[in-house]
């Protein structure tokens, strides 16, 4: 029994005066700042959820600043069927940011490159990649608005302006 315990004692000295780091979880440098640009927002009715929008300023993450970019992912309780009438096409739902519409509304899939970099991703979640005209507005107030439920307003801070 001493013979058992002092080889453990001793296997524990040795691994604990390793010199080589152990890491669990590797950094993940691209996510991280991901999570740093990503607001959530929920829209409410008797605190029961009727949507969900989670949406990520891409511009700091790209550099880009030509127009103002967004990965967004929603979730609609009671959703059309139909892809082309679901998520940001669902006609009782707005998205604008500053009160202007999107130029563009790309659907994404979860194998897409952008998908697989970003955090909070769901399969129950419509994926898309949203494009704005440039705003020269020190905030950005991402809406997304259902006019007889509610609305969630996410607040960005506008990346050229940094």
């Known amino acids: 029994m001493r013979k058992i315990i002092f080889g453990l004692l001793a296997a524990l000295l040795f691994v604990g005066c390793s010199s ?5 979880f590797a950094e993940d440098k691209p996510y991280i700042e991901a999570m740093r640009y ?12 009727k949507a969900m929008i989670i949406a990520t300023y891409l ?13 967004v992912r929603v ?3 009671n959703d059309f069927e ?12 707005s998205l604008t940011l500053n009160g202007q519409k999107p130029l563009k509304i790309t659907k994404l899939s979860t194998d897409s490159e952008l998908a697989k970099r970003m955090p909070f991703i769901e399969p ?7 494009t704005f005209a440039k705003s020269e507005d020190e905030r950005l107030e991402l809406t997304f608005r259902n006019d007889a439920v509610g ?5 960005f801070r506008n990346f050229a302006k940094e």
């Open 124 to 130: 129950w979640y419509h994926l898309y990649l949203v």
């Open 59 to 71: 511009n700091p993450l790209t550099n880009k600043d030509d127009k103002e970019y967004f990965f």
């Open 20 to 24: 080589k780091e152990l890491r669990v």
């Open 38 to 49: 990503t607001k959530k927002g929920d829209i409410l009715l008797s605190l029961e959820h």
């Open 151 to 155: 609305q969630a307003v996410l607040t």
């Open 82 to 93: 139909d892809e082309n009438r679901s998520g940001l096409f669902n006609p009782s739902y």
């Open 75 to 77: 979730f609609i309780d």
